[in-house]
């Protein structure tokens, strides 16, 4: 059991039960205030779709939300360089700013550890079936790091020689690895957006075309989770 249930019993004869979770633990989404089954209710439990159920099965508690991934995206904006409008310079705009790329993300430490992925998109510059992709939108370079929160274990404590079981102890260690764990990966992405935010005031991120240097004028950082979550059911009858 993950929660708690306390239920009374009102002057008409109905029972009214409340549901909480316990500590570390939360309903995944909207829960009624209360749960009530009597005269008032025509004995169904307020929430129960039919009465033709023998058990009514309250929200589940889950461990609250833990972060898969920490993901941090970057974006630069070229508004001053030209469009692109020959696959020759789809070419050389594309392999230009993919080095610029290159070059800046392997000084962050996640990446240069391995444990960073990079992704990188060059949008209102590209090639589809042989010609080139017309765009009103200023040619701009988005890079995204990717960083797994490594999961935490859970403990199972030895009860007798053949029988293991999870206590409240190995719960609580669990949720402290997982926050331990989370903590270090949002530390890397910090990391990681410091050493870019140092290349954009160096102005590495500067691409030179033809003898000539553009310079980003826009850059965006946003910081992403991607989520899980384990349930666990309870029932009341």
Known sequence: MLGTLNCTNTSIGDQ????????????PGNVLDNYTCGPSTLFMWTGQATKNVKVFRLPS???????????LKMK??????PSCT???????????????STQNMRRIPCVQSGSCIVSE??????????????????VSLEVRLEKDVEPAKMNFTRINATHKAVTWIDVINYINDTAENLKNSIEDMEKAGNSSQNAINSGNFSIELKGKTYCHIVLVQLSSFTRMQVVLGDTVE
């Open 86 to 100: 020959s696959i020759e310079e789809v070419s050389q705009t594309t392999k230009t700013l993919h080095d610029a």
């Open 121 to 138: 998109t060059i949008q209102n510059c590209r090639v589809h079936n042989g010609r080139v992709v017309r765009s009103a939108g200023p």
């Open 61 to 71: 508690c889950s461990m609250r939300e833990v972060p898969q991934k920490v993901t």
């Open 16 to 27: 009214v039960c409340y549901a909480e979770c316990y500590p570390g633990y939360q309903f």
């Open 76 to 81: 630069a904006e070229y508004s001053d360089l």
